[in-house]
């Protein structure tokens, strides 16, 4: 880009891991994954103005669970491009915090890789997406993937991306029971794992029925540690399978986040509406992903 826009903003989706197996843990300190991750049509929406200085506004249903410190990943999204660019980082930013904090649908590394795409258009940079995804693997395991936001295979610790292709639309609800989960903790208390090279790229899972044979094949590994550390997920699973018209459950990421395919979206959208009746203080989002 060669132009500088005076309003930007950008969108941050909910990040789903559909499977997550975890291999050893490396000399690092991290553990080598595979998932197949996509994207929602739910998320954060990030907005981006110029300003003499760097700083970050927060609002939004979930805004109270975060810090606009220096530590915040947008901030530091921020910092990391201006100098990988030898741009003085300097913009209002504005986060409507949409999505539970902490809860396994990577909304800090979609805000840190809407930030990074945001911030190119408002300064008019000429950046690659090899090189956005190479300052966001200095941010965290889960940005890279977020950077392009596209169905895609994640490996190693997450920075490893094959895309998925074509995948089918897919119906689906969110629930969050209104709880955190820290992922160090949930990895902390791993024992059994399924372990890396099990998964084929090359899958059929274009079509729906494809797309169930896959999961139903495939695990979270970190559920189990989850639910040991927080048994809500086990009720949110729970009430899941008793929807009608549900094909699919599975908590996402290191949780608590769970979600559930749907035949359609009419059984998503009723599901939804009986969950947040019978579990008003839970998160509860009918929505769609696609590639």
Do not use: Y
């Amino acid at each position: 880009m060669t132009s500088r826009t005076e309003t930007v903003e950008a969108f941050a989706p909910a990040k789903i891991n559909l499977c997550l197996h975890v291999g050893e843990k490396r000399g690092d300190g991290f553990h080598d994954i595979e998932s197949l991750a996509v994207f929602a049509q739910v998320g954060d929406m990030l907005t981006f103005t110029p300003s003499n200085m760097l700083t970050l506004e927060l609002d939004g249903p979930f805004a109270a669970g975060l810090d606009a410190g220096e530590d915040n990943l947008v901030l530091r999204a921020a910092g990391a491009l201006a100098a990988h660019c030898g741009q003085r980082a300097a913009a209002a930013i504005k986060l409507t915090k949409n999505l539970p904090v902490a809860s396994g649908i990577g909304g800090g590394s979609s805000d840190a890789a809407a930030t990074l795409r945001g911030l190119v258009r408002l300064w008019g940079l000429d950046v690659s997406w090899s090189e956005l995804r190479a300052i966001a693997a200095t941010l965290g395991s889960d940005v890279p993937v977020c950077v392009e936001s596209h169905a895609a295979w994640m490996e190693g610790r997450g920075e490893r991306l094959t895309p998925a292709g074509a995948l089918p639309e897919m119906a689906m609800v969110l629930v969050n029971p209104g709880v955190s989960v820290s992922t160090a903790e949930v990895f902390g208390a791993l024992s059994g794992r399924r372990g890396t090279g099990n998964v084929d790229h090359a899958a059929r899972i274009q079509s729906h029925s494809g797309m169930l044979d896959f999961l139903k094949a495939t695990t979270n590994d970190l559920e189990v540690p989850a639910r040991s550390i927080a048994p809500v997920i086990a009720e949110v699973l729970d009430e899941l399978a008793r929807m009608p018209g549900v094909e699919f459950r599975r908590m996402s990421g290191s949780g608590a986040t769970c979600f559930a395919l749907f035949e359609d979206d009419s059984a998503a959208e009723l599901a939804a509406i009986a969950l947040s009746h019978s579990h008003p203080h839970w998160w509860v989002q009918a929505t769609k992903v696609a590639s």
